[in-house]
């Protein structure tokens, strides 16, 4: 479904991305595992055109999309949601109109399609009801799961989510962990999760990525990843920085 081949960034004078390399397979959940600043929302960012590569491409159903222009974009943002990592609500705006925005955007107009597409949404991520809330009033699981309520409105046929559970709890991050299987399995997405929270990671993983210094360093099955031996590996998933006291 995405074909990300060598794909290099620099933003500022920090080379960020060095040579990315990776297959996102159809109907699968795929995890990228990575330290923090190690330029895992940068390359979520190129997968939907939000940033374009210095160099390499973004292949998205065979169709480089690294060099479109904004308004070329359309066709892709409907095909792939993005839940950003900081949830990205408008907050002048209630819950129903933050769901109903994409809809919008995408020409929707009929108010009676727009009540139920949000109230379907609403239902998927366990908040059936709450759309007159305002984001302010929202605690900070139910934010999350409101901008996932929006990403997943205008139907993607993939999904990509931005630390999806960073901040949260441990029972609304199990909770947020088996919303993202159900999705999958209920819109049969293709699914893309950004973390760096171990459980996240194997709960939803059916492949997991880890990007280190610039580059794809392990891509392979949770089971792989798990008898790795690697330190770099093995460190990053015991939280191990090498330091003593
Ligand atoms: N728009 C930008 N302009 C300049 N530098 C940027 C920009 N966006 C990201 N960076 C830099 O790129 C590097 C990677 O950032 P990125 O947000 O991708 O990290 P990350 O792996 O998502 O980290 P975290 O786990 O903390 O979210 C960082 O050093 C960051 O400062
Ligand atoms: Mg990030």
Request: glycine share 8%; net charge negative; proline share 4%.
């Amino acid at each position: 479904m995405i074909q990300v081949i060598d794909l290099h960034k620099t933003l500022g004078t920090q080379e960020v991305l060095r040579g990315v390399s990776m297959h996102i397979s159809p109907a699968q959940t795929h995890v990228i595992l990575g330290r923090s600043g190690s330029g895992k929302s940068v390359l979520l960012k190129h997968l939907v055109g939000l940033f374009q590569p210095d160099s390499g491409q973004v292949l998205v159903d065979g169709e480089d999309i690294s060099k479109l222009h904004e308004r070329q974009l359309g066709p892709i943002r409907k095909k792939i949601g993005i839940l950003f990592q900081s949830g990205a609500l408008f907050d002048s705006m209630s819950v129903s109109d933050n769901i109903a925005f994409p809809l919008r955007e995408g020409g929707i107009t009929d108010p009676e399609v727009i009540r139920t597409r949000v109230a379907e949404a609403l239902e998927m991520v366990d908040l059936a009801g709450e759309e007159a809330k305002m984001p302010e009033n929202l605690s900070g699981g139910m934010r999350k799961r409101v901008g996932l309520a929006r990403t997943i409105v205008s139907r993607p046929s993939c999904i990509l989510y931005d630390e999806p559970t960073t901040g949260l709890d441990p029972i609304a991050t199990d909770s947020i962990n088996h919303l993202i299987r159900r999705l999958q399995k209920r819109l049969q997405a293709t699914s893309v999760v950004v973390t760096h929270d171990m459980k996240t990671a194997f709960h939803t993983a059916d492949r997991i990525a880890f990007l280190h210094e610039g580059a794809i360093y392990f891509e392979g099955t949770t089971a792989q990843l798990r008898a790795s031996t690697d330190p770099v590996l093995l460190n990053f998933i015991e939280g191990r920085s090498g330091e003593s006291d």
